[in-house]
T-cell receptor
């Protein structure tokens, strides 16, 4: 079992570019969650998705950020027109059902905006 | 006020020491509590999961919840250098488990 796979591990973008972060959940997991971790801070919830549906996006910034989890393929977190404040570690987690103890996190994507 | 408060440390202890990590929370609706361990450059991994007040033990780890004072603790006995990591407490927002509220994490260093 490969676990939750996130790629790329590191991503450098210039201000104004787009960042695409990918997350492949564990086999059999149909629930995906994205969290952001700023330096010296805990993880902050961004969005919860099931296949083809956004269930809760209450933690997503209103502009520039979007997420999807298509029927086929990985979940994508997309950040348009990145700014320096978007620099952070973005973690994806998956679970087979909605259970708080059922989360498995990936190793994260570290986004640096220069 | 943050919903989950945690002293960021760092906390440095000698090998074999008993470590006490603590969090306070403000939301009375929180019922479930977790402790995650996060090694540098890695994702968090679930260590302990407790419901309501009381203690739960798993090997060298004991999680304690005191709902009357909104205080949760993680004790590590016979600490090892491999325990050096950041420890995050978390609780799911009531009404669903899809959103975890995390503390900022406490960085622990166990030196030989």
């Amino acid at each position: 079992n490969a676990g939750v796979m996130q790629n790329p591990r590191h991503l450098v973008r210039r201000r104004g570019q787009e960042a695409r972060l990918r997350c492949s959940p564990m086999k059999g997991h149909s629930h995906v969650y994205w969290y952001r971790q700023l330096p010296e801070e805990g993880l902050k919830f961004m969005v919860y998705l099931q296949k083809e549906n956004i269930i809760d996006e209450s933690g997503m910034p209103k502009e520039r950020f979007s997420a999807e989890f298509p029927k086929e393929g990985p979940s994508i977190l997309r950040i348009q027109q990145v700014v320096r404040g978007d620099s952070a570690a973005y973690f994806c987690a998956s679970s087979p059902e909605v259970r708080a103890d059922g989360y498995t996190f990936g190793s994260g994507t570290r986004l640096t905006v220069v | 006020q943050k919903e989950v408060e945690q002293d960021p440390g760092p906390l440095s202890v000698p090998e074999g020491a008993i470590v006490s990590l603590n969090c306070t929370y403000s939301n009375s609706a929180f019922q479930y509590f977790m402790w995650y361990r996060q090694y540098s450059r890695k994702g968090p991994e679930l260590l302990m999961y407790t419901y309501s007040s009381g203690n739960k033990e798993d090997g060298r780890f004991t999680a304690q919840v005191d709902k009357s004072s909104k205080y949760i603790s993680l004790f590590i006995r016979d600490s090892q250098p491999s325990d050096s990591a950041t420890y995050l407490c978390a609780s799911p927002l009531s009404g669903g488990y899809n959103k975890l509220i995390f503390g900022a994490g406490t960085r622990l260093a166990v030196h030989p």
